[in-house]
């Protein structure tokens, strides 16, 4: 894995992209968000997925890591735990695998459904009980409307912006001469 990251040159206009990202992220999940005791709506999705559809995985999924752990460390809400930038990471994956590229709405609502109950549902709520020691069932169940609002919510936003802004910006980073 090291030697394909290595042998991967990112051109600057896209690191530049991706630490854009980052702060958009962080920004988004941090401050922008809607939170309860137990439940969090927030767009910190989108800078994820504007890095997926025009950087692919790999980008994605930094962004996703780097921006959880600077946004915990930066901006505490709790104590840092590893297994959420690896959900991150996971998260940024999945997008970049499914969207990159190929922006279709079977592909977006497979996408979101990982992401949300695979990922935000169970594994989230996995890391939860590990950290709080609290039992899994009962995080599990108590997230489950969360992750079916979220679902609902990126697909009709991701469809959206695909139509509106999404396109617009891809054709910036896709011309040669802009970079």
Known sequence: MLELLNKKKIPVKNIALMGLLIALQIVFVRFLSIQTWNLKISFGFLPLVMAAIILGPVESAVVGAAADFLGAVIFPTG????????TALLTGIVWGVFLHKKVTLPRTILATAVNNFIFSMVLNSFWISMLYGSPF???????????????????????????????????????????
Request: net charge positive.
């Open 79 to 86: 104590p840092y735990f590893p297994g959420m930038t690896i």
């Open 137 to 179: 069932a009962g995080i599990l169940q108590v997230r489950v409307p969360q992750a079916c609002l979220m679902f609902m919510v990126e697909i009709v936003v991701i469809s959206v912006l695909q139509e509106v802004l999404f396109k617009r910006i891809k054709v910036i980073f896709d011309n040669p001469v802009a970079g």
